[in-house]
T-cell receptor, first 114, second 112 residues
Framework: KAGVTQTPRYLIKTRGQQVTLSCSPI?????VSWYQQTPGQGLQFLFE???????NKGNFPGRFSGRQFSNSRSEMNVSTLELGDSALYLC?????????????FGPGTRLTVL | GQQLNQSPQSMFIQEGEDVSMNCTSS?????WLWYKQDPGEGPVLLIA?????ELTSNGRLTAQFGITRKDSFLNISASIPSDVGIYFC????????????FGKGTTLSVSS
């Protein structure tokens, strides 16, 4: 089974721009979660999608948004980029997302905001 | 918000030594997970724990879910150079659904 894939792997943007990141979960998995990883704050939960619905949301501003498609692929969007948005963005998939369902991570998208 | 305290922050050991790291929380978790992350890659799941008191092994790795449900530890026996990396604990609180809360990580260095 193929693992979680994320595209692109690297991205450079300037302040004020917007960016869209993509995640394809493991085949058959229906839950996709997004995390932001920075040296200072570590891994922080952004949001989780299940069956095309946002089911859970972390404590991030509204500039961070996402969606999930019927094939479970997910995208996250960051609008009006700030320097502090530079981070590794990770997506994780699990079968149903409920208790007892392990989350498997993709390789991440490294976003640099200049 | 909920936080996990992971220690130690870093470890420098000789090949062949055993390693122990742990995570504690002020809150109860229903699931504890241990991940390893190599530079430039996403975290890889090592061990998942679902019951208080549970002890689970994966090769040279052993992890335990604390009885109080507020802590977990990971042991690595007979370390080898490829064990180098950052180890993260993650807890899943029942109320938050699938959202994982991560520790800050333990950076392991192994010298041969």
């Amino acid at each position: 089974k193929a693992g979680v894939t994320q595209t692109p792997r690297y991205l450079i943007k300037t302040r004020g721009q917007q960016v869209t990141l993509s995640c394809s979960p493991i085949s058959g998995h229906r839950s996709v979660s997004w995390y932001q990883q920075t040296p200072g704050q570590g891994l922080q939960f952004l949001f989780e999608y299940f069956s095309e619905t946002q089911r859970n949301k972390g404590n991030f501003p509204g500039r961070f948004s996402g969606r999930q498609f019927s094939n479970s692929r997910s995208e996250m969007n960051v609008s009006t980029l700030e320097l502090g948005d530079s981070a590794l963005y990770l997506c994780a998939s699990s079968a149903t997302g409920g208790r007892g369902n392990e989350q498997f991570f993709g390789p991440g998208t490294r976003l640099t905001v200049l | 918000g909920q936080q996990l305290n992971q220690s130690p922050q870093s470890m420098f050991i000789q090949e062949g030594e055993d390693v122990s790291m742990n995570c504690t929380s002020s809150s109860i978790f229903n699931t504890w997970l241990w991940y390893k992350q190599d530079p430039g890659e996403g975290p890889v799941l090592l061990i998942a724990l679902y019951k208080a008191g549970e002890l689970t092994s994966n090769g040279r790795l052993t992890a335990q879910f604390g009885i109080t449900r507020k802590d977990s530890f990971l042991n690595i026996s007979a370390s080898i150079p490829s064990d180098v990396g950052i180890y993260f604990c993650a807890g899943q609180p029942n109320q938050a659904g699938t959202a994982l809360i991560f520790g800050k990580g333990t950076t392991l260095s192994v010298s041969s």
